[in-house]
């Protein structure tokens, strides 16, 4: 995307750096007065994401950094997230089955299916730097005007 | 994350939750919520309706213990989770596994049948 984000935050890839990243967005939440059910959706599928990129991407314990770009249109809203940690693409994954029983209840892919389920689109591309991924929410209450706005 | 224990009526041990069951909050409380719910038999209403925030992480948490209690022979409910928190359960199917109860007439209802 060409157009300079509305916000973005950058994040030292350690888990302790997880309270910034949900400050900076109901920061912006409160900005932009999204709906509640809106602001949840983005934390989810952002919580979810970045958890993952920080635990399983520097799996050498080396230093690494999460970019979270934001950027408000006319219904909806794009989140993209950029990592220099191992390459990983979530929208290649094959989820398991949803368990029937607790016996069968394993903890592979509960996150991407959340992401899958709360976020109107995911997209993944690998590039230079790294993982980039995508999210997009649509808002369908503010469909008639741009959120758009200089954050600062 | 902060946890409260009391023992409720004829057995059933109640553990309330309260804040964001998100990595960082589930760590806090894992250790002594598993040593509570999965180290002796008991029916264990597990009271959501204070998570605010409820990640794939905390799900984990809750079902590994529901795992083991079964495995002593008892069983879990989660009870009075609010709306966003019973869609992120739901879309993962834990219903299916772990009963959503929403009053204690049904809780008690869920204790009989698992």
Redesign the interface.
């Known amino acids: 995307m060409a157009t300079e984000p509305s916000s973005q935050i950058v994040l030292d890839a350690q888990?302790?750096q997880?309270?910034q990243l949900?400050h900076w967005l109901h920061t912006l939440a409160g900005q932009f007065a999204w709906p509640?059910?809106l602001i949840?959706r983005i934390?989810?599928c952002l919580?979810?994401t970045v958890?993952n990129v920080i635990?399983y991407g520097y799996p050498d314990g080396r230093a690494g950094a999460v970019r979270i770009r934001l950027w408000t249109h006319a219904g909806q809203i794009e989140v993209r997230i950029d990592d220099d940690g191992t390459a990983f693409d979530p929208t290649s994954y094959v989820l398991p089955a949803?368990?029937?029983?607790?016996?069968d209840?394993s903890?592979d892919g509960?996150?991407i299916?959340?992401v899958r389920?709360?976020a109107d689109e995911v997209r993944y591309r690998r590039g230079a730097p790294g993982n980039q991924l995508t999210l997009v929410f649509r808002d369908p209450d503010n469909a008639g005007h741009s959120g758009s706005r200089d954050s600062g | 994350m902060e946890m409260a224990v009391h023992d409720l009526e004829s057995g059933i041990l109640g553990i309330d939750l309260s804040g964001r069951m998100d990595i960082i909050g589930t760590q806090q409380i894992d250790l002594k919520f598993t040593a509570l719910t999965a180290t002796r038999k008991a029916n264990v209403l597990v009271d959501l309706s204070n998570v605010t925030f409820m990640a794939s992480i905390g799900i984990r948490t809750l079902i590994n213990n529901a795992k083991a209690q079964k495995l002593r022979g008892g069983s879990m409910v989660l009870y009075r989770p609010n709306p966003q928190v019973e869609e992120v359960l739901k879309s993962t199917g834990i219903q299916a596994i772990i009963p959503i109860a929403h009053d204690i007439e049904a809780a008690r209802g869920a204790f009989g049948s698992g």
């Open positions: 888990l302790a997880l309270p949900e509640q059910s949840h934390d989810l919580t979810e958890t635990s949803l368990p029937v029983s607790l016996a209840a903890g509960r996150g299916r959340l389920h709360f």
